[in-house]
């Protein structure tokens, strides 16, 4: 049996190779490596990058979609990887946190956040810079307020906000 | 610039943003096996039957732990002050989503699956919810070994013939740490040894239960805390989960990952109590304080006693002659509070500052000279002389940076773009406190130091000060200093909670680096081939400790903007000045401190567990129900750090600066409020309802 995709886009989709509940062999394109793994259906994009391709920067914070510590990019677009099928994305270029830094120059969004101090534990942190990276890429007004409410779907505890939004308008603005 | 204070960025950026930062969870042992929790779905009564035999066979399942087949442990308290275990010995259930089976499994998701097949048949008892009518527990004490009853002398017949008086009942609700990163444990048992990784905010206190439950000797256990993803006092112990994996593990054979989901968070992890606070205070004409009650209940457990010691507040801030404080606990079907940042002086201070607000307006004086009227230079209580006090300091500049002498005082006075706008303020206060740590530390001979301590990384920047302070003794960079730590090989640390973990550890660094300078003194500045070792105990002296009151203070000055037609509530400024001692890094510092005027922010304005109050379940257990604060709803707090060089608080200078902060700022933001509408709230957190 194909597993149905049941949305529009899934026309132009090539048909899964994903049959049944049991494990499947999934390959997944993971910051531009592909990373090939045997898993059931029901395996989240978020427990495949950690538990299977071993990519445990990407975090588990609610596992509901309510706090972003997951959020990775799948085709340039930000997403919570907990609330997604890791088998739906095997046609995609995902990135995660381990894929921002070119090598071992960090993303200024990155070197932002270390200079800003846009962190405590640490924790909520890739889900926010992968966030960052993502929304700056969408082109929003680099403001204190669009930043605010931008970034509004990653969760800090520590309550790091002021300081996340000081690292994202440095690290934004043109150079 | 000096190397202590420097705004250092944290050595483990790079890690932190890159994803390369070892959480307890991101671990993966060889053939490990995957753990989850069925939690109760009732709050009071006991299990009927259990029927596993589909989760059993189902796929992947390894084992289906229930009371009928759990090993047996030790559950029993080792000391008083800890939380009672539920591990699957009995029948009885005493609070919501209380742990009554454990499915291990080859994959997480075989597990949760397995877990969803469970059926577990129950027989409900009605659960008693009611603060009202809870059984009374009277507790002997409350943290730090202080007293739940004591006056100077009584308040009563002063209070009653003052000039001025308020009188009032104040409440704050049940809340939950929910730190990002939610608890988890992998045990891994090589014979009789145990591993255990745990987000900890303390390893030995881990190692200590652990020993206890298994009834194995401490030494048969390391537990290693690499970074943990936030606590805020709910990693302070060993709860059910960590021995439950470790039960698991030794059945199976096999290391167990346990990974508390976050409606888990809600269960068996700890909690901020709810109080109900009656708090009256009277005055003279002119503002004097004369008399003050603080009388106090919150809730506990039916098998725990946890007190919030919000009677803290009031007994150690203002100069007040007559002063009655009692604390008392009622019993009900939940399961066991315990510290969240700052107990007892951010649910005691809400109280006792929005009640100086409202005296201020009963006296029709400044909310800011009411305080100062009452500024005590001794600590009011026990009339010692403080290691240091800044709050004057405070006052003034947190005042002057936010403008409060603008500040037109009747309610609803001032206006902006068509929003009510109101300006509070608060103080802060929160008692400083410190435990024995040790400490080792090396210099090789390229000059490199390496500094020990089993204390953990929960955000507050340990791996980043301490090398600091050791660097500043030595006269070396801080780069020259590598910190090690998160580990029960390493010298003992105290618990990383109260503020304490600067006091204790920074105390044990600079007298180890101390010891190591003269030591190189005495070799000639030679290091020798092995390197120069130094190890210290560095005891908290009771009777030294006793000599002054060691307190931290502060400031807080809050704006809001009310809608007056959708009643809602921005805090559009925060300013707040701190008594903190010495600071060690401008930068972690900075962060600390608005975090906590975050936290008091959410205290004032989202953050409550709801309980059904017929089934004694909660009903918001997600982050979508439970309100915490996203970027959009705060400010930009600006924070200053008063400078202050204290040199007889602990060697390392310090006065606590990780929860002074969210003391009183809830406050704050609750006179905002009043002074926007004409509504004052005493129940938290403000919601829309309450402006009704």
Known sequence: ?175 | MPIVGAARSRVDGRDKVTGGAKYTCDRELPGMLHAVVVPSTIAYGRVLSIDDRDARVATGVVLVMTHANAPRVNENKSSPQDAKLFLLQNDAVEFDRQPVALVVARTFEQAVHGADLVRVVYETRAPQMDLDAGEVATPAQTAGNQPAAHRRPAAQPALASAHAQVDAIYRTPTEHHNPMETHGTIAAWDGDRLTLYDSTQWAFGVRTRLAHVLSIDPSAIRVIAPFVGGAFGSKGTAWSHVPLAAMAARATGKPVKLLVTRPQMFGWVGHRPQTEQHFAAGASADGTLVAMIHEVRNETSLSDEFVEPCAVFSRDLYAVPHYTMHQELRRLAISKPTYQRAPGESTGGFAVESAMDELAYELGIDPLALRLRNYSEVNPDNGKEYTSKKLRECYTQAADRFGWSKRTAPPRSMQRNGMLVGWGMATASRGTHRGDSDARITMYPDGSVVLAVGTIEQGTGSPTVYPQLAAAVLGISPDRVRFEWGDTNLPTAPLAAGSQTAASIGSATVLAAEQLRDRLVLLGGNVPPEGITIEVNAKVDEAEEGRYAQQAFGAHFAAVEVDPDLLHIRVTRFVGAYDVGRVLNAKTAGSQLVGAVVWGISMALYEQTRFDRRTGRIMNATLADYLVPTNADIPNPEVIAVEDDDQRVNPAGVRGMGEVAMCGSAAAVANAVYHATGIRVRELPITVEALL
């Open chain 1, 1 to 175: 049996m194909t597993v149905p995709l049941g949305s529009a886009a899934a026309a132009q989709a090539p048909e899964l190779s994903v049959s049944g509940p049991q494990a499947n062999s999934v390959t997944l394109t993971i910051n531009g490596a592909a990373h090939r793994m045997t898993i059931e259906p029901r395996v989240t994009l978020l427990d495949a990058i950690r538990d299977h391709a071993g990519l445990t920067g990407t975090k588990k914070g609610c596992d509901q979609g309510t706090c972003g510590a997951c959020t990775v990019m799948v085709n340039g677009r930000r997403i919570d990887s907990c609330l997604t099928l890791a088998v739906m994305h095997q046609e995609d270029a995902i990135t995660t946190i381990e894929g921002i830094a070119n090598g071992e120059k960090l993303h200024p969004v990155q070197a932002a956040f270390i200079e800003y101090d846009g962190f405590q534990c640490g924790f909520c942190t890739p889900g926010q810079i992968v966030s960052a990276v993502a929304m700056l890429a969408e082109g929003h007004a680099l403001d204190d307020q669009t930043v605010r409410t931008q970034m509004s779907g990653n969760i800090c505890r520590c309550g790091c906000y002021p300081h996340i939004v000081e690292a994202i308008l440095a690290a934004g603005k043109p150079a």
